[in-house]
């Protein structure tokens, strides 16, 4: 029950220790101050009792949690936890954007930077914070962009690269951008523990597939449920599957004389290319194309489209599954 909390809340068991200890002391203190309110007034029907006891709830013991938390150390904490409730039961007005449902981002040209999804307080870490390790086993080139987009967010953090190639060009980049790498091995993530506990213990909540070649194993997708996306530089479920990656799906898309190509972000699945679709864009196919012509220009649409994506799910991924409940 403790690990779970930890996890919901993200903190250690000290922190985890004090907030206990915060909400253990502050509803003392609100019901110690609910008998006195009584005696002071002389109440003593029963149905009085119940009215003026909820009115204290409600007032009363956010004062005695927060002043409580300052005490402990925990009021950034307290202070979101509270903002929570008083969304929840409208009683503030919700500072996060309002987020596209799943169907709307699909095919979506709405345009949404960092910025505007970053706005509204960011006093500390313990929840605002969304953790992204990226895996990668080539160039890297949607890595540099992700962590382009994200380098001034305060909700979404580029923590770490993954990596199952040891002279992949994404390992430059991280060591240029200060970002720490997993390598990744074949034997541990598929027949071992599949990574699982060394990503919770570095607080990685999201999974980002950009160029990553291996399929995950099931231990790892069950750990992240609706938390690990892919990019496929085709229009799935065309040209998906089993080495289907990089330039062999372009070289296979020309060869079937296609007029159009471009992009699809899914979630993954314990298959190939086959989770749920996010988002899809489209691109032509000119007749004198090569891969690497058409390779460029599905770059070009990746680019534009990967980090925006990453950030309207993991924003909607935050307002459903909430940080208290
Ligand atoms: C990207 O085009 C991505 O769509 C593709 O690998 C490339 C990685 O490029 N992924 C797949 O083919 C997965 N099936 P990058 O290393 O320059 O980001």
Request: aromatic share 10%.
């Amino acid at each position: 029950m403790f690990k779970g909390l930890r996890n919901k809340w993200k903190v250690n068991a000290i922190q985890l220790t004090l907030i206990l200890l915060t909400f253990a002391i502050g509803g003392s203190l609100t019901g110690y101050a609910g008998r006195k309110l009584m005696n002071i007034f002389g109440i003593e029907q029963k149905w009085i009792w119940i009215i003026v006891y909820l009115l204290v709830i409600v007032i009363l013991w956010p004062i005695a949690v927060l002043i409580v938390s300052i005490l402990t150390g925990q009021f950034p904490f307290f202070l979101q936890y509270i903002r929570k409730i008083g969304r929840r039961m409208r009683l503030i007005r919700s500072t996060e954007p309002e987020v596209d449902s799943r169907e709307s981002i699909v095919n979506s040209d709405k345009k949404l930077t960092s910025e505007s999804w970053d706005s509204g307080p960011t006093t500390n870490d313990y929840r605002l914070t969304t953790n992204i390790a990226i895996f990668a086993s080539g160039a890297g080139s949607n890595a540099q962009k992700i962590i382009e987009y994200f380098r001034n967010s305060n909700k979404i953090k580029v923590a770490l690269i993954a990596c199952n190639n040891p002279v992949a060009g994404v390992l430059a980049i991280a060591a240029r951008e200060n970002i720490p790498v997993l390598i990744i091995e074949k034997e541990r993530l598929f027949r071992g523990d599949g990574y699982v506990e060394e990503l919770k213990e570095k607080k990685i909540d999201f999974i980002v597939l950009a160029g990553f070649l291996w399929k995950l194993p099931s231990r790892l997708i069950k750990a992240y449920p609706g938390r690990i996306i892919n990019i496929h530089p085709a229009l799935l479920p065309n040209y998906g599957g089993k080495g289907m990656y990089g330039n062999n799906v372009h070289h296979a898309v020309l060869a079937a004389g296609e007029k159009e190509s471009g992009i699809t972000i899914h979630y993954v699945d314990e298959y190939y290319d086959s989770g749920d679709i996010i988002f899809q864009a489209k691109c032509v196919v000119l007749p004198a194309d090569t891969a690497e012509t058409l390779a460029q220009r599905i770059h070009a649409l990746e680019h534009e489209h990967y980090p925006r994506v990453i950030g309207e799910v993991v924003t909607k991924l935050k307002s459903v599954d909430s940080f208290i409940g």
